[in-house]
Nanobody, 120 residues
């Protein structure tokens, strides 16, 4: 399973961005996808998750501003980020709990990250 995160960039505070996480390769089932972020000098933190049944969870810091969604037909998960703040500046990563084939166990896979910079 390969994950490609995209959509990052530079935006002013109060603006919006939409990140995409596209999965490719051998995919039997994706159980859940999570978005994480890591700001300079800080630990990676969980931002939002979405299960295959479309159950979502959000970090308190992004509730009401970020929305995670999925297009199962395209094996793509999106993170719509509105009302962005300078403290949202970080490299954003997607992570998938996925099963590559019927015969393998589920494992966690990471994308390469996309940089989001929010200017004040």
């Amino acid at each position: 399973v390969q994950l490609q995160a995209s959509g990052g960039g530079l935006v002013q505070a109060g603006g919006s961005l939409r990140l995409s996480c596209a999965a490719s390769g051998r995919i039997f089932r994706i159980n859940a996808v999570g978005w994480y972020r890591q700001a300079p000098g800080k630990q990676r933190e969980l931002v939002a998750t979405i299960s295959s049944g479309a159950i979502t969870n959000y970090a308190d810091s992004v509730k009401g501003r970020f929305t995670v969604s999925q297009d199962s037909a395209k094996n793509t998960v999106y993170l719509q980020m509105n009302s962005l703040k300078p403290e949202d500046t970080a490299v954003y990563y997607c992570n998938a709990d996925a099963k590559p084939s019927y015969y393998t166990t589920s494992a966690f896979f990471w994308g390469q990250g996309t940089l989001v910079t929010v200017s004040s």
